[in-house]
């Protein structure tokens, strides 16, 4: 399963920006999509994530400002940043979970996945 990060960029602060991390390749279903973020010199943190079922939950200092949203038609998840700062900056990641393929149409093993990356500058 390859994940296709994009939509990351140089925004002034009280911007927007919205990336998108689309999945492909063979699989049986998502179970969850999450983007992390990584600012240099600190750990990768856990920004939001939707579920299958479409529930959503976020790191608290986004949850008023950023949005997480999927078409599942295009296996494709989004991020709406809003009112962005300068302490978003960071190097964003999108992770997939589900199942690949079983007997029939079953699902099989679970796997999971991250995209490359997508680079947001957030300038003051």
């Known amino acids: 399963v390859q994940l296709q990060a994009s939509g990351g960029g140089l925004a002034q602060a009280g911007g927007s920006l919205r990336l998108s991390c689309a999945a492909s390749?063979?699989?049986?279903?998502?179970?969850?999509t999450g983007w992390y973020r990584q600012a240099p010199g600190k750990e990768r943190e856990f920004v939001a994530r939707?579920?299958?079922?479409?529930?959503?939950n976020y790191l608290s200092s986004v949850e008023e400002r950023f949005t997480i949203t999927r078409d599942s038609a295009k296996n494709t998840v989004y991020l709406h940043m809003n009112s962005l700062k300068p302490e978003d900056t960071a190097v964003y990641y999108c992770?997939?979970?589900?199942?690949?393929?079983?007997?029939?149409?079953?699902?099989?093993?679970?796997?999971?996945?991250w995209g490359q990356g997508t680079l947001v500058t957030v300038s003051s």
């Open positions: 939707i579920t299958r079922s479409g529930d959503t």
């Open positions: 390749g063979s699989f049986h279903s998502i179970s969850s």
């Open positions: 992770h997939v979970e589900g199942a690949l393929h079983g007997k029939g149409w079953s699902p099989g093993p679970n796997f999971n996945s």
